[in-house]
C-alpha cells in the first residue's frame, strides 16, 4: 500500500514536470521558449514552428497556433560554426509536408534540414552549389506552402563582391537547384551587412534587399512570375534615399496578403517607414530591426526601440510587449499574430489577438 502511494506520487511530480515542460512560462503574456540566438518562426494550418541557434546547435521546437504548449527543445544539428548572431540565424518555413530549416556556418556554407516519416530531423543538402560563398552569413527562406521553396543569400563567389543568390527546391528541401545570380550592384555590392527577405506565392517570388547604389543604401525590391527560375530589374522603395557610408545592420521586413499586395517595412536614418512598391513612405515611428505581416487585409508591423518590442496595431496604435530586440511576426491565423525576438540570449514570444 505505502509502494503504492509512494508510485502514485511519483507519477503526479512526472505529469507535474511535463506538464511545467511543455507550457512556456509566461511574464505579461511573454513566453519564455529557449536559450539562443536569432529566432525564425513559420505557420502552417497547425502549428508554430520555431528555429533559433545556441552555439554550434540548432534548434526547434513547435506548438499549437495559439502558442500555448511549446514541445521540448529538439536539436537538430550541430554545426560547426553556426552563425546566429547580428540578424544572422537559421531560418524556417513551412510546406505541406512540414516546416524546412536552412543554415550556415562561418566558411559559408549553406545546409537544409528536413524531417524523415518517423519525424526525426536530418541535414538533406547543401544549398549553395559553390564551396564557402555566403561568407557573410545572411539567410532568406520561404515556401508556396505546398512542396516549392525559395532560398536566398548574400554570395561572394567569382569576385569577392556580395551579391544576391538563389536556390529552388521542388521537393520540400531534399535537393537545391543550380544557384541563380538575382541581383548584383554594378557599384560592386549590394549592402554587406543586411539580411534580405523573400516572400512566395504560387509562382510569385519576391525578394527584397537593401542595396548599395551611388553612396546611397536603399531598399529594393525585385520579382519572379515564374518560381524563381528568373528575375526582373529591381526597384527602389520609397522616395528619399539614405545615403551613408557604414554598415546599417537592418534588412528589414516583406510580406504578401491573400489579395497579393506586398507590403514593406524598413529603417532610414533612425526611422521605421512602411510602403507598398511604387508607392511612398510612411513614417510608422523611431527605432530599427522591423518586421511585418499580415493577417485578414490587416498589417501588423513590429520594432525595437530603447530596449522595447514595439508592435504597430491595425487601428494605429502602438503597443510594448517586451524587452529586447531582433522580433519577428507570423500570422498565426483567426485574427491571431506571433511574435518571437531575442532578449539576453533568451528566446520569447508574445501572441497578439486582434
Known amino acids: 500500500m505505502i509502494i503504492n502511494k509512494i508510485l502514485l506520487a511519483v507519477l503526479i511530480n512526472v505529469i507535474f514536470l511535463l506538464s511545467c515542460k511543455n507550457h512556456p512560462e509566461k511574464n ?7 536559450r539562443g540566438q536569432m529566432p525564425s518562426v513559420a505557420c502552417d494550418e497547425n502549428s508554430l514552428d520555431i528555429v533559433f541557434g545556441s ?8 506548438s499549437d497556433r495559439q502558442g500555448n504548449s511549446f514541445s521540448s527543445l529538439v536539436l537538430i ?3 560547426h560554426g553556426l552563425v546566429a548572431y547580428a540578424t544572422r540565424g537559421p531560418q524556417i518555413s513551412a510546406t505541406k509536408n512540414g516546416s524546412v530549416i ?6 559559408g556554407n549553406i545546409y537544409s534540414y528536413t524531417k524523415d516519416n518517423s519525424g526525426k530531423w536530418a541535414r538533406s543538402a547543401k544549398v549553395n552549389d559553390l564551396d564557402t560563398t555566403d561568407k557573410e552569413g545572411f539567410l532568406g527562406l520561404s515556401s508556396d506552402g505546398v512542396n516549392n521553396l525559395f532560398a536566398i543569400w548574400t554570395d561572394v563567389r567569382n569576385d569577392k563582391h556580395n551579391k544576391l543568390f538563389g536556390a529552388r527546391s521542388t521537393d520540400g528541401g531534399k535537393t537545391w537547384s543550380k544557384n541563380i545570380l538575382v ?4 557599384d560592386g555590392n549590394i549592402c554587406e551587412c543586411c539580411k534580405p527577405s523573400v516572400v512566395m ?8 534587399f537593401r542595396n548599395w547604389l551611388h553612396g546611397n543604401r536603399d531598399l529594393y525590391l525585385t520579382e519572379s512570375f515564374d518560381g524563381g527560375h528568373s528575375f526582373g530589374e529591381p526597384a527602389k522603395l520609397g522616395i528619399d534615399s539614405w545615403a551613408i557610408n557604414a554598415c546599417p545592420m537592418d534588412g528589414g521586413g ?10 514593406t517595412v524598413w529603417r532610414r536614418k533612425s526611422n521605421i517607414y512602411a510602403c507598398k512598391p511604387g508607392q511612398p513612405e510612411t513614417k510608422l515611428g523611431e527605432g530599427k530591426n522591423c518586421t511585418v505581416t499580415t493577417v485578414n487585409h490587416q498589417n501588423i508591423y513590429a ?3 530603447n530596449g522595447n518590442i514595439i508592435c504597430s496595431l491595425p487601428d494605429g496604435s502602438q503597443k510594448i510587449i517586451g524587452k529586447g530586440m531582433l522580433p519577428v511576426l507570423k500570422s498565426a491565423g483567426d485574427g491571431d499574430v506571433f511574435c518571437v525576438w531575442e532578449n539576453d540570449k533568451q528566446i520569447e514570444g508574445y501572441i497578439l489577438h486582434l
Open 102 to 107: 536552412i543554415a550556415v556556418n562561418k566558411a
Open 303 to 305: 520594432w525595437t526601440n
Open 254 to 263: 516583406l510580406t504578401i496578403n491573400d489579395d497579393g499586395v506586398i507590403e
Open 55 to 62: 552555439n554550434d546547435s540548432i534548434m526547434y521546437t513547435s
Open 183 to 186: 541581383y548584383a550592384s554594378p
Open 28 to 34: 505579461n503574456g511573454v513566453m519564455q521558449i529557449g
Open 77 to 79: 544539428d550541430t554545426l
Open 201 to 208: 506565392k504560387g509562382q510569385h517570388v519576391m525578394v527584397m
